[in-house]
């Protein structure tokens, strides 16, 4: 594939930087003012409980909703003024399975090559890398609907890494997925951080999850940074023994049921089940 | 020198590069339905029931009544085309299911992630609902064809049904499109189709003249895109079949219809990961 230019300004040696990003729906303000600065080829976890501000977090990162204030560059890009160029350099992989069931996995690579402009030499030679990367060489001919849960994952992470992306986003990657599944997905995620170089960035609900994989944490609580650090750092901080799960409650303030609302978790609840 | 220069359009689809991308992308949505309606042509055929229902049951009594003026054609020639654009109706208006189906899958988040033009979204949608609507024409020339009904066998005639199908698929597969956007729930979108599908087949030219409307109803009939189907078809599907408008006029306005509203729906589609 052809290569991408680069940023306007490469003074900036972050794959994201986000400053006072926030968005407000109507009164409710669910993004406050938070600032991200996220270093090339780190993945990175954003966590927090339900509600917190993740998603729209991810949503304003990736171009689907606008920000109501602040600025946020990807991969060099302002994600307000040029959304196009950011498109092009990010992948992303949502939290509900969204790899078409009507369609074999072949087939929704395809559709993902075509709307990535990649040429049509270039599109084969990837898919086929992509399907054997991710071990679904054998099943690219069956229909998604008949994919296991884990499998589904696997091929979506295949179609948001064909055209190389600088930063990857991942909404809940091992949502539902047995542990076999899930240390599969993990597995993956580690190569494609140390040999595609991607940068990642993650939304988990899973400590386990955060503390295996992740560089750097943010925890957002009621829409605001509640504390960034590396994960060891951030249990050392409160004393020996601690875990990522007694960082989660001392910093979300002790009761993880406030927050999140119907929808967040039917969705969570709809994605489980179609995983299980 | 000083003088501004005027503001250079954005770079994307105001080129030619552009305008390839986008049609290449729009190709590649379409294909990715037309895959998946032919996988599973179930709803094909289920769609053709009631076309069939309408001309053998409908159509052959209300022969009988011969109170309705159709010129020099029978009731059933009449009503012929008004049933093809009635089916081409009421399949393209529930298009928009589809649509808050992949939204709740995430599938729009992940398209609109991608650097396709947000209008190839649309555009796809509505060729494959072109395709779609052609199956339809075919399905009636068939019962057509079996009931006897005084078709006009010319292929330049016949190549016209299939485009004036097309474009009237495509404006009401559109305009479906623009529903959902704005109402964004499965329950709420089959209430609203259901409450606009009937009257926009009775205040058309479908089964009865335009004529023998009352006058209010005339007024909404000229601003029903559906007449304009009706009336295309009409023209050329039947022999001796006659149109209030030429056919190029009505295909010229329900295309100005659909880039209307092919343009709100590539406006309001990001609106629906809100």
């Known amino acids: ?276 | 020198m000083t003088s501004a220069a005027p503001a250079l359009p954005p770079a994307a689809s105001a080129d030619i590069f552009g305008l390839l991308a986008l049609a290449r992308e729009t190709a590649a949505i379409s294909q990715v339905e037309l895959k998946k309606l032919f996988r599973d042509p179930t709803e094909l055929f289920s769609r053709a029931v009631q076309p069939l229902l309408w001309l053998v049951v409908f159509g052959q009594v209300f022969s009988k009544v011969r109170g309705i003026p159709t010129g020099n054609v029978s009731y059933l020639a009449f009503m012929t085309p008004g049933i093809l654009a009635q089916s081409v109706l009421f399949t393209a208006i529930f298009y928009g299911i589809a649509v808050i189906w992949e939204r709740d899958l995430g599938i729009i988040h992940k398209l609109l992630v991608s650097p396709a033009h947000r209008s190839s979204l649309v555009l796809g949608k509505a060729a494959s609902a072109g395709v779609r609507g052609a199956v339809q024409a075919f399905f009636i020339y068939l019962i057509a064809l079996v009931m006897h009904v005084q078709i006009y066998w010319n292929p330049v005639a016949i190549a016209g049904v299939f485009l004036g199908v097309a474009m009237g698929s495509a404006v009401f597969s559109t305009f479906s499109l623009v529903i959902a956007c704005i109402v964004k729930t499965r329950e709420r979108f089959m209430g609203i189709g259901q409450v606009l599908s009937m009257p926009l087949f009775f205040a058309s030219s479908a089964i009865y003249p335009i004529a023998m409307m009352p006058r209010w109803l005339q007024a909404v009939a000229v601003a029903n895109p559906l007449t304009y189907l009706v009336d295309a078809l009409r023209g050329i599907m039947i022999q001796g079949g006659q149109s209030l408008h030429p056919f190029y006029v009505d295909l010229g306005v329900m295309a100005v219809i659909f880039v209307i509203l092919a343009t709100i729906a590539s406006k309001l589609y990001p609106t629906l990961v809100r």
Not at chain 1, 136 to 147: E, I, M
């Open chain 1, 1 to 276: 594939m052809h290569p991408l230019p680069g940023p306007p300004q490469a003074a900036d040696a972050n794959a994201i930087s986000a400053s006072e990003l926030t968005r407000r729906f109507g009164d409710f303000t669910a993004v406050d003012h938070i600032d991200l600065r996220i270093a090339y080829g780190q993945i990175f976890g954003l966590l927090g409980p339900n509600g917190a501000g993740k998603s729209t977090t991810v949503k304003m990162l990736t171009t689907l909703i606008e920000p109501t204030a602040g600025t946020a560059l990807v991969a060099g890009f302002d994600v307000m003024k040029s959304p196009a160029e950011v498109r092009r350099r990010i992948g992303y992989v949502p939290q509900m399975l969204s790899a078409d069931g009507g369609l074999t996995g072949r087939e929704n690579l395809t559709l993902s090559a075509q709307l990535y402009g990649m040429r049509r030499a270039d599109r084969n030679t990837r898919i086929v890398e992509a399907l054997s990367f991710m071990g679904l060489s054998d099943a690219a001919g069956k229909l998604v609907k008949t994919y296991s849960g884990g499998m589904i994952r696997r091929l979506e992470l295949a179609q948001a890494m064909l055209h190389r992306p600088v930063v990857l986003f991942l909404d809940e990657p091992t949502i539902g997925l047995d542990p076999v599944a899930r240390y599969a997905v993990w597995e993956r995620l580690r190569v494609l951080q140390h040999d595609f170089k991607m940068t990642i960035l993650m939304t988990t609900h899973d400590m386990d999850e955060a503390d295996a994989l992740c560089d750097v944490l943010a925890l957002l609580h009621r829409g605001k940074v509640a504390v960034t650090g590396k994960p060891a750092d951030l249990k050392a901080a409160l004393g020996d023994g601690a875990t990522l799960d007694d960082v989660f409650v001392q910093y979300s303030g002790s009761s993880i049921q406030e927050g999140g609302n119907y929808r967040d978790i039917r969705r969570t609840r709809t994605t489980a089940s179609r995983l299980g």
